[in-house]
């Protein structure tokens, strides 16, 4: 079957580093996406990866190794409005991403 | 100037009864989803249409049906109302199905709460 498994919850500091994992399987793939999700609004989209390696986009980077089915969001210099919901996405070979459940990163002062 | 419009943003209403949710993208995107968001966030697709024409459809209730009078709208009917039906509903466009770097855009979300 297809599945997104990422953490539940995950809380950090201000101003800290956090990961945030999420390890797929889909029917065929074609890369995974992030999207940041604030309670109550809309999913917005942050990255892309299809190929092997780390994507960095100022304080958020994106890594993918697609041997072992996972990926990483990391997210540095920690601020107080990275309280959200991240969600992985991976796409299938059906024309349709399969969206995991998000982790909350609640972050604390 | 908004991407993704829908309206309306909440819709409270009894069990059994009929309802629409409108959806409008102003980016020129070929392709617009419906998605359910239920309480435990999950994003589950539900339809995707390409230029007007069905390319995805879920296992969803035939209560549920979509329809796209022309590429820029996407809109939800629900017939027969019931309690599961409780949930988040977003719109989504993205410029093409088949080409899986593009982005989705999201609208800002139906409240739908059936009691």
């Known amino acids: 079957g297809q599945n997104i498994d990422q953490p539940t919850e995950m809380t950090a500091t201000e101003g800290a580093i956090v990961q945030i994992n999420c390890t797929y399987q889909t029917s065929g793939f074609n890369g995974l996406f992030w999207y940041q999700q604030h309670a109550g609004e809309a999913p917005t989209f942050l990255s892309y990866n299809v190929l092997d390696g780390l994507e960095e986009k100022g304080r958020f980077s994106s890594f993918l190794s697609r041997s072992k089915g996972y990926s990483y969001l990391l997210l540095k210099e920690l601020q107080m409005k990275d309280s959200a919901s991240y969600l992985c996405?991976?796409?299938?070979?059906?024309?349709?991403?399969?969206w995991g459940a998000g982790t909350k990163l609640i972050i604390k002062p | 100037d908004t991407a993704v419009s829908q309206t309306p943003k909440y819709l409270v209403t009894q069990m059994g009864n009929d309802k629409s949710i409108k959806c409008e993208q102003n980016?020129?995107?070929?392709?617009m989803y419906w998605y359910k968001q239920d309480s435990k966030k999950f994003l589950k697709i539900m339809f995707s249409y390409n230029n007007k024409e069905l390319i995805i459809n879920e296992t969803v209730p035939n209560r549920f049906s979509p329809k796209s009078p022309d590429k820029a709208h996407l809109n939800l009917h629900i017939n027969s109302l019931e309690l599961g039906d409780s949930a988040v509903y977003f719109c989504?466009?993205?410029?093409?199905?088949?080409?899986?770097?593009?982005?989705?855009?999201f609208g800002p979300g139906t409240r739908l709460t059936v009691t």
């Open positions: 989504a466009s993205s410029p093409e199905a088949r080409e899986w770097t593009y982005e989705q855009y």
């Open positions: 980016l020129g995107h070929d392709t």
């Open positions: 996405a991976a796409t299938d070979s059906n024309y349709q991403l399969i």
